[in-house]
């Protein structure tokens, strides 16, 4: 029925039904007429050039339609109702976008689907999935349970298959893969049973391995001797779950990994535990390390370090630099040099107490007095970080780093106090939040303007919260935790605009120039809503 009906919208005057992605729209750093990938480009800014809407008329924004998913029975598996937390790719007038286990194909002016695909998983958690990535005529899409599959943008129709992780070693796959050249990198999630992380390049015509690069070295190999020993090395975490950028200049890709297994608990694996915690630069073609910096050594709080490595170029000190900057889950705000991987600043950019300060790399040097305790220890810091997976925003306009935050309190115990602990090993409780969205200066890490948002939990965690979006209108885009949509002028922080939804916007929200009408899209629980200025 749902091909029926597509081949009756080609006969309908205006509606542009996908004809492939042109590879030059994945190099262009700030695509108008589309969004080709979770971040609009390669960067990772989530900047738009697009100015119809600006900080003059954004009050005029006005809903131009919403998109429910319906899904069978429902709920969905451990989770409950879907939740978007996907990006949506748009591309030729159709938006593309996911749920765990399925994607969907929208008229991106009317909101009409076009097609839905519906994958039966055997396993795999259902917590989210970010999106789908696209080259030419194909999409690539990963289900839970480590199944990497390509659909025919055209129709939504299956054309192969690859397994690429096992979800009964409790990985699961809910990254959007990204397609760099004749690549696919795909990366995966998993610390409930201490499984070593990986990401991978795969071949978008036979969805074939090309090369992987692990987040633990073997033994013997370079950072083998910040672990113990190579069965502590085995089972050593790293996931690389959220996607990364890539410099085609440099041709290096630059990507997130997750903390260091067993989760929380140290004891059994003494050292900085590389390449847990780290950014990582990679050869694209080779999948081999250039370089690596890493954000939380010896990780005991559950601290992944897989947040946006966003990049952009601009001065400091009066001289260009190629930059990338992370708001990482630590509290701590990084700018490096793209190249090499020195540091420019390292700066909290909420309080924090668990590192001493930071060594002569720029990395923190953790304090041995604030690991987890089987008492409970005190953090000035919330137990979920200081920000988590949402994505950020760069604003080469106003030259400011934009992060969704939390402030907070929070004990962390120690629970399993065995030399080989295993699995989560510890936990922790929150105290006090306060959920705040921050500009940060890129030169020096201060905060310049920042917003508290109002919330009526005061145990806010810190685990949930929607994405950024800015752009030459100086308009920053973003979510409340109140199902707010809000729109503050980029510069100092005034909101201008705002729209009520059901549930809070839990992915990034995005923008578009078509048929010369720039919309807005967001998701909030199990609703795509697009809004364009009321002519």
Request: negative net charge.
């Amino acid at each position: 029925m749902k091909l029926v009906l597509l081949c009756l919208l080609l006969l309908l005057p205006g509606l542009s039904v996908a004809q492939g992605l042109d590879p030059q729209k994945l190099l262009q750093k700030e695509p108008a007429d589309t969004w080709p990938t979770y971040n609009g480009d390669y960067s990772g800014r989530r900047f738009s050039p697009l100015t119809q809407i600006d900080a003059s008329n954004v009050q005029g924004l006005a809903l131009a339609w919403m998109f429910r998913v319906s899904v069978p029975g429902g709920a969905m598996r451990g989770v409950g109702d879907p939740d978007i937390k996907s990006t949506p790719l748009m591309v030729n007038g159709v938006l593309y976008f996911t749920i765990p286990d399925h994607v969907f194909a929208l008229d991106a002016r009317t909101g009409l689907e076009l097609w839905h695909y519906d994958w039966q998983d055997k396993g795999g958690h259902l917590i989210g999935n970010r999106g789908v990535g696209m080259s030419g005529d194909w999409l690539y899409f990963l289900a839970p349970d480590g199944w990497f599959i390509s659909l025919d943008s055209k129709t939504g129709k299956e054309r192969w298959r690859k397994k690429v992780a096992d979800e009964k070693m409790q990985y699961f796959t809910t990254g959007a893969p990204m397609v760099v050249g004749n690549h696919v990198i795909i990366g995966v999630g998993g610390d409930a049973i201490d499984v070593p992380g990986f990401l991978e390049a795969r071949d978008p015509q036979t969805g074939e391995l090309q090369w992987r690069w692990n987040s633990e070295p073997a033994k013997g190999e370079p950072g083998s001797e910040t672990w113990p020993n190579e069965y502590a090395m085995s089972h050593g975490g790293g996931m690389t779950w959220l996607p990364g950028t890539y410099d085609k200049d440099l041709n290096l890709l630059y990507w997130g990994t997750g903390n260091a297994n067993p989760v929380m608990a140290g004891q059994g694996r003494k050292g900085d535990n590389l390449f847990t915690c780290s950014i990582v630069a990679l050869n694209a073609d080779t999948g081999k390390l250039v370089w690596y910096f890493q954000g939380s050594p010896h990780d005991t709080h559950d601290w992944d370090n897989t947040e946006t490595p966003v990049l952009f170029d601009a001065e400091v000190d009066g001289k260009p630099r190629k930059l990338l900057a992370q708001a990482a889950r630590n509290g701590y705000f990084f700018v490096l040099d793209r190249t090499n991987g020195t540091h420019v600043v390292a700066k909290p950019f909420v309080p924090l107490n668990w590192s001493k300060g930071i060594d002569g790399k720029g990395q923190p040097i953790p304090d041995p007095q604030r690991q987890p305790t089987v008492d409970g220890n005190l953090l000035t810091i919330n137990g979920g970080g200081g920000t988590n997976w949402m994505p950020p925003s760069y604003s080469p306009q106003a030259g400011l780093f934009y992060v969704n935050a939390t402030l907070g309190y929070s004990l962390t115990y120690l629970t399993d106090t065995s030399p080989r602990p295993e699995g989560y090993g510890g936990s922790s409780r929150n105290l006090w939040a306060q959920h705040v969205l921050e500009a940060l200066d890129y030169k020096t890490g201060d905060v310049k303007w920042s917003h508290a948002y109002t919330t009526a939990d005061a145990l806010g965690g810190g685990y949930v919260g929607a994405g950024i979006l800015t752009t030459a209108g100086n308009l920053l885009f973003t979510g409340d935790y109140n199902g707010n949509l809000i729109a503050f002028n980029a510069t100092n922080g005034d909101i201008l605009w705002h729209f009520p939804m059901l549930r809070s916007v839990g992915n990034g929200p995005e923008t578009y120039l078509l048929d010369g009408r720039q919309y807005l899209v967001a998701g909030a629980g199990d609703t795509l809503y697009a809004f364009a200025l009321n002519h």
